[in-house]
């Protein structure tokens, strides 16, 4: 790999819609606390699939999901491999993949809001489509299709030209390969490929797929160094390069805890915030680093996280799907930690 090739960085595409959430906040066009319905008019009324003893029962939901839940996936919107599977399997709408799809994000994401959630709004953290809606929120509020409202308030001013949901003809040869890892070791992925549980397993759409879903929970390719710009901003207070593209009180706003009484589900010590996970506890955690910390990574075995107090960003990319009996994310955290001296 060189500091050139391009990446299919997945589910780090979500700080980046999350920011522009926030941009639109900012500007007076939203507010984190609004419905959803107020914008996409099918989500003022959703519904909840309920796990029974001989299945499911399906309830409407306790109340609005709002665009701080889907910010901090806690809206009860999953893959749909909740209780009512067999309702989004019907509805063709499975897992975070969506580059297959000739139909565009808006188009899906209605479809989403009359199929049965996991949970109630509020209730608990449900990784899922949240991010996807957000991005469909952007393009209604905005009157533009995603991939352009990204290039002009986030890509053209931060000069992130490596970053787009599907790469240009001219840099093509650029794209990295992706490749599975195996009991038996690591084999080059199929070409396409084809969806596996929740993700895809393959090369993947990106180059001579139909273009039309613009994912805002997974869908963007870039380079190490565009992310790293845009995590330097993040860390600099919404600020890099001469242009403020957030205050600093929104960016503030998005990396403390939000969660409350809800448990995130897979680490100790750790909370979200509005789009990144947040570290509290670092004993808790049991890993390098420093409270205060926020990150997240990638369905392709990527990964980033931002240390404000030691004024670090850490950006590493791998394409690896499914990513078996590998601790490299680990001893990455080791190699950078250990080499702080003072």
């Known amino acids: ?3 050139s090739d391009l990446f299919r960085i997945a589910s780090q595409t979500k700080a980046i819609i ?42 409407p939901a306790n109340r609005k999901i709002t665009i701080r839940d889907l910010l901090t996936h806690t ?15 019907e509805a063709e709408i499975m897992g975070w993949y969506f580059a297959h799809k000739s139909e565009s994000i808006l188009e899906t994401i209605r479809r989403v809001a009359a199929l049965p959630m996991d949970a109630h709004p509020g209730d608990k953290y449900v990784y899922g489509l949240s991010t996807d809606i957000l991005g469909a929120v952007i393009e209604i509020v905005s009157g533009q299709p995603l991939d352009q409202f990204l290039k002009e308030e986030i890509f053209n001013p931060l000069q992130m030209d490596d970053t787009h949901f599907y790469m240009p003809k001219q840099k093509r040869e650029r794209l990295a390969t992706v490749y599975s890892s195996s009991e038996e070791g690591i084999t080059l992925s199929p070409d396409p490929g084809e969806r596996v549980g929740a993700g895809m397993i393959g090369q993947g759409h ?33 600020f890099f390069n001469h242009k403020r593209i957030l205050s600093r009180k ?4 998005m990396t403390v805890n939000h969660l409350q009484s809800v448990i995130f589900p897979w680490t100790d010590g750790t909370g979200f915030g509005l789009g990144f996970y947040v570290l509290e506890d670092l004993g808790d955690r049991g890993q390098l680093g420093s409270e205060g910390e926020y990150g997240w990574g990638g369905a392709y075995h990527s990964t980033y996280w931002v ?25 990455l955290r080791s190699l950078i ?4 001296i003072n």
């Not at 929104?250 to 706003?253: I, M, N, R, T, Y």
């Open 75 to 89: 809206a009860g919107v999953g893959w749909g491999f909740g209780p009512a599977q067999d309702k989004w399997e």
């Open 1 to 3: 790999m060189v500091s």
């Open 206 to 238: 990106y180059v001579k797929g139909p273009q039309q879903s613009f994912s805002g929970g997974a869908g963007l390719i870039s380079t190490a160094e565009d992310y790293a710009t845009f995590l330097q901003m993040m860390l600099n207070g919404g």
């Open 250 to 253: 929104s960016v503030e706003l």
């Open 337 to 340: 930690y250990q080499s702080i």
């Open 307 to 331: 240390d404000p107090k030691e004024e670090l960003v850490v950006v590493y990319f791998t394409q690896l799907i499914p990513a078996i009996n590998i601790d490299d994310h680990q001893k």
């Open 18 to 59: 999350s920011v522009c959430i926030m941009i639109l906040q900012e500007k007076g066009y939203l507010l984190i606390s609004d419905p959803v319905g107020k914008y996409i008019h099918e989500y003022n009324v959703t519904t909840v699939a309920e796990k029974m003893d001989d299945g499911y029962k399906i309830v």
